[in-house]
């Protein structure tokens, strides 16, 4: 959706929505700099990551791909249910686990270094976000390269 005007209005063309989230990005999701470089770049964002992603009810931390498939499951098999979890095959990546037509699919959402910057991606880095929450939020409003767009989330439980 774009807000930047007097109007709100529903985008459905992919490649200006991704050029308004990239422009509403910039606006609000202004990181601190510090001239004192404790840490690098990808430790920063990594913390942002976690800070960001680990409180929303969508992702689940330490969740195997076999719970992931019993959690949506449970939920009834229905196209657009999905979580983000650790990989636990590939450190420092995450995974976005998504029902459609009745079948679960995994897709790793792999890190993108650019000019000392950390951004995640599910498309090799042609589609780029700074935290997995941004990352969620299009997705739930454009399908990309997923094969439906992200419509319920599976909130944790107890398995």
Not at 16 to 28: D, R
Not at 41 to 56: E, F, K, V, W
Not at 65 to 74: N, S, Y
């Amino acid at each position: 959706m774009d807000f930047s005007g007097h109007r709100s209005r529903v985008i459905e063309n992919p490649s200006e929505a991704l050029s308004v989230a990239v422009e509403e990005g910039l606006s609000w999701r202004v990181r601190p700099r510090s001239g004192h470089g404790s840490c690098s770049p990808s430790q920063s964002s990594l913390s942002n990551i976690g800070y960001n992603s680990h409180a929303q009810p969508w992702f689940h931390s330490k969740l195997s791909r076999d719970e992931a498939q019993k959690l949506i499951t449970q939920h009834g098999l229905i196209d657009g249910v999905f979580l983000l979890r650790d990989s636990q095959s590939n450190p420092k990546t995450f995974v976005l686990s998504l029902c459609h037509t009745q079948r679960i699919r995994h897709f790793q959402i792999l890190p993108v270094e650019d000019d000392g910057e950390l951004f995640y991606s599910l498309d090799d880095g042609n589609t780029r976000f700074t935290d997995l929450l941004q990352l969620v939020e299009f997705y739930q409003l454009n399908r990309g390269v997923l094969p439906c767009k992200l419509k319920h989330h599976c909130a944790r439980t107890t398995l």
